[in-house]
């Protein structure tokens, strides 16, 4: 598990690095790499990621602040076991990114079993200290 947490450290870092530029596809890149922090529990990568005013509204309408969310991630309260992402639209507006979407979230409960959503959402992040960093999120269910 370390060696992951490792792997995924240093991917974040490479992404980071890469990200210079507030361009289209460095805010694709920040998004799927948020995905995969996420899904690795990854308490720095979360850190880097998420804005310090960050607000994620959940589709249950929960809303967390960035403390409560990667707390709620590292303390495995809140457990992705993966995201998939079928859908994604970012938008580049000078420093600021808006990225709409759609994907499929399966979290682990702590009985072990699994649930699973299908979200359609909104993202927004801003392009601060050479790296895109997420400000909102907010999302729906969609029925199927």
Known sequence: M????????TLVMAVTAKAQKASIESLRE???NRFKVMIAQDEKGLDAVMHADLVYN?????????????????SKKTIYASIESEELTPRVYGKFGIITGTAKIKNQTKDGSFTFNHLKYTDVWIFQDKRWQMLSWQSTKILN
């Open 58 to 74: 959940h589709s249950n309408a929960v809303t967390d602040n960035k403390a409560s969310y990667v707390g709620s991630i590292v």
């Open 30 to 32: 920040a998004e799927l």
């Open 2 to 9: 370390k060696k992951i947490i490792l792997i995924l450290t």
